[in-house]
């Protein structure tokens, strides 16, 4: 139990720094728009730098999982990811903001840098959680942790998008903003080496060589149909998705503060849905409910095709529904692998996913800003340039929807039945974060029927 009140006390402090490292978010978006405006070629270059990190990274990870265990390698990753962060509060006044070219050229390499320590972090933290994490308390344990981590996420996005457009993206306002997430990331540092995990069992394939390792992901046959989904997903997720924010600003002429809004909804929509789809993901499996939920999410991406300045509002609508509906299948993305992936060659197989997805995901945004670049210097309809752009992502994810089909996952329920359970009026209201609401409703129905099976669940209450 202590393992995990610390593992969430790390996830809520670390949250400023990740939210912040991640391609696309308000800090970086507002830093390369508009202190340091960059053209669109290299916004997708720059969005580009964690993915290539993700590729390369795999090439150190076996002599590295050799060298320490997971946990030290977690926290000696994450420091070294801190100290870089460190270094661009320092150098961010040194940076030319009359040569946005060349402060771009600093800025894609330092993330480049702080992106490969990001990536080792990442693959090292998500084994240390599988050795003391018994499989069948995942789903509960990261519903209620995730529901945390994404209010502390709601929160810091508020107030760095209220700082930022209150000090007018002035340096010492980013500045401010790095001191304050690299002091909380100093606090989940300490909490991530205190932690008493200990493994539930000796891992697996740990005499195996590189090339035994790779047999047994030839024959992984879901795991390997997992990888093609998730490199279908990566390119449609990544190919445009860096200018949606740089869209609100640009276009939709939003201030960060209202940028920030729009990302605290999606948050709060996650945060009020996880708990929901953590028991729907521990009853019916990963892969049905996430094919639901990226239904339900891309379908509503089309919208984005008619935002201009004169309704904003809808921007606002289209991120809390995104929020609400995606927070399933983000959820189930990472639960799913830990269910499909050969544990014989489990260090190999993470590794494998996050490099051979990176690749697709690296050259998406660089795609995607050349082609963005260049239709803008053929039509002067930007607004109808950018619509056209964000009709991709929606039918790209759509179709790799099919690929996922294709994955076998072990004791997961039929697609028809998680549709049916979504249409449940009680299990609905908990994915609206209306749980409270239903319950009080049902409460009188209850203990009328407290031994029958209930006209809402088809269960015993």
Partial sequence: MRCFELSTADGISATPLVTMSVPVNLFLTALVTTTYPLAASAIGLFTAAPYVANFLHIFAMP??????????????AATLHLVTWVALGVMLPWLP?????????????????????????????????????????MGKYFGPRNRLVQIATLLFLLIAGWIIGHWRYAIPAFQGIIAGAAILRLFSLRWQWVSPTRPLRPPKGAGLTVGEQLGVLRRSGSFLAFVAFGCIWSFAANC?????????????????????????????GGALSLPAWGVLLDRYGNKPVMIVSLLLWQLSN????????????LLYLLWLWAGATSAGFVLGQFTILLRVLPVEAKNLAIGFNLAVTSLFAASAPIIGGFLLEWALSLHADTLAVYHVCFLLQPIMALAGAFVLFRVHEPEASPLHVVVGAMRNIRTLGGVLGLSFLTNYFFQSSAR???HSPSFFTGMPD
């Fill in 240 to 268: 445009f998705g860096a200018f949606y924010q740089v869209f609100m600003f640009n276009q939709v002429h939003l201030s960060a503060f209202e940028v920030g809004v729009t990302a605290t909804l999606a948050q709060l």
């Fill in 63 to 76: 002599a590295l999982t050799r060298w320490k265990a997971p946990k030290a390698l977690t926290v000696a």
């Fill in 448 to 450: 009328q029927k407290k």
């Fill in 97 to 137: 903001r009359d040569n946005p070219a060349l402060a771009g050229r600093w800025l894609i390499a330092w993330f480049f840098v702080s992106s490969i320590f990001a990536a080792i972090m990442g693959v090292s933290w998500n084994s240390w959680v599988q050795e003391w994490v018994p499989p069948r308390l």
């Fill in 302 to 313: 089309f919208f984005w095709c008619f935002a201009t300045p004169s309704n904003p509002f």
